[in-house]
């Protein structure tokens, strides 16, 4: 929260046009706002003569640059010869605080360790991952507070039941950011004006369940370097995107509808508190050891992971069985049936069975097997080519598994060992496909 000693409200020009950027309250919270005013105004509401006029500071743009270090923040973004932006990135003000760690009461923010080892306990997403839960959300805050302009994936914090930790865990995110963390709702998102959210780093979202029709937004939104910012009354402009979004839910299989490829989600499945942990004051008690809790981030947090991409992360890292869970739930009934026909392969040969051996089918012989229609066609064919099911792209004869007898037909393909290698036996949803690739 802002106070008189934080923020001093400021009267810029702008290409010609004067801004007031002042304190607006939002019903929650005082933030930072920009109001357009008219050059009379400046002398008869605001008290600036010729003088005062004349020293008013001059900008060519807005723009955003994100740094939570007060050493190395900057208000004004210089852009060479004369010019320079005015940056709307806030500071976030907080209390000085030492991190220190004690062998016999641990860190000093044990409220905050808490909620975030209940979120992200110390245990790996499959048995080959290299890093545990805690490690992972650990470097996610880490990245988040020392380098806000590096992208992230989006983190989803998801469970069927309440009491979970999850919106607590977003308002500890909100008390960190200040006015750059904005909680929003799917409606405020799909507005065509976004001063609410679109200057925020951190973009919160609780209860979310993202429409069809908001994914590719919000897909686009996580990745794109430039974002439009649209305010009543003021000319759009443009600034650099870093936004990262955090969002929790209590809707698993029907969160968002998310295809095989994607690598935007990190997604965490969390299980209720012990009833004897609940505190009706975490908040507070949060609060109080922030200060302690940022120190560590900023200046004593050693690093798990390395920067392997765009969103830091390797993504076969930060793929979870949640993940997979949400996956199915996108799965249309056709790739159902797709990989359960496969997938029923594996139980089929017995282990010692050579993995060498080749299960070849038809186009038409898996969908008559499947009894679905000729229109089903183009749906069994992504399903197969997501599955690694290798095409010939050409007619052929061969004997169709499926039909048990020879064809004249596209040859579809795979060994007993790549089914092995996709399908975990002992489960229905494609586990070890991920641990392969963990381990890789």
């Known amino acids: 929260m802002f106070t008189d000693k934080t923020f001093v409200p400021e009267i810029f020009n702008i290409g010609g046009e004067y801004f007031l950027y002042h304190l607006k309250n939002d019903g929650l919270s005082s933030i930072p706002s920009l109001t357009k005013i008219k050059e009379s105004a400046l002398e008869s509401v605001h008290g600036y003569d010729a003088k005062r006029k004349a020293e008013i500071a001059s900008f060519v743009g807005f723009t955003i640059s994100p740094e939570n270090n007060p050493e190395k923040y900057l208000r004004t973004i210089d852009l060479g010869d004369g010019c320079r932006n005015f940056n709307l990135y806030e500071l976030p003000f907080h209390s000085q605080g030492k991190h220190h760690y004690d062998e016999q009461f641990g860190v000093n923010w044990p409220y905050i360790y808490k909620l975030i080892h209940h979120i992200a306990p110390h245990e790996k997403p499959f048995p080959s991952s290299k890093y545990t839960y805690f490690q992972l959300l650990m470097d996610y805050l880490a990245i988040a507070w020392r380098y806000p302009q590096q992208r992230l994936p989006i983190l989803s914090i998801v469970s069927k039941e309440r009491s979970t930790g999850k919106t607590t865990f977003l308002q ?26 679109g200057l925020a780093n951190f973009i919160l979202v609780d ?22 910012i649209n305010i009543k009354f003021l000319q759009q402009f443009t600034i650099p995107n870093f936004c990262k979004y955090i969002m929790a839910s209590n809707d698993i299989e029907n969160f968002a509808d998310i295809e095989d490829e994607e690598n935007r989600y990190f997604v965490i499945e969390v299980n209720p508190f012990p009833t004897d942990d609940e505190n009706p004051n975490y908040l507070e008690l949060m609060k109080s050891e922030l200060p302690y809790f940022l120190d560590y981030l900023m200046n004593h947090h050693d690093f798990f992971t390395k920067k392997e991409g765009r969103f830091w992360f390797n993504y076969k890292d930060y793929r979870t069985p949640a993940l997979s869970k949400m996956i199915n739930g996108s799965k249309s009934p056709v790739d159902l049936k797709v990989e359960e026909i496969l997938e029923s392969l594996c139980d089929e040969y017995s282990i010692n069975f050579d993995d060498s051996i080749i299960w070849e089918f038809s186009l038409t012989g898996i969908r008559n097997f499947l009894m679905l229609y000729k229109g089903n066609e183009k749906e069994i064919k992504n399903a197969l080519k997501r599955l690694g099911v290798h095409c010939d792209g050409h007619k052929k004869r061969f004997t169709c598994a499926y039909i048990r007898k020879e064809t004249l037909a596209i040859r579809y393909s795979i060994s007993v060992g790549e089914l092995r290698s996709i399908f975990d036996p002992n489960k229905s949803t494609l586990v070890q496909v991920e641990e392969s690739e963990n381990a890789a």
Not at 215 to 227: C, G, P, Q, W
Request: cysteine-free; charged content about 25%.
């Open 207 to 228: 209860e979310a369940k993202i429409p069809k029709n908001m994914m590719t937004k919000i897909r686009d939104e996580s990745t794109s370097r430039s974002r439009n």
């Open 172 to 197: 500890l995110i909100g008390l960190m950011g200040q006015s750059n963390a904005k909680f929003v709702s799917m409606s405020d998102l799909s507005s065509d004006f976004n001063s609410i959210w």
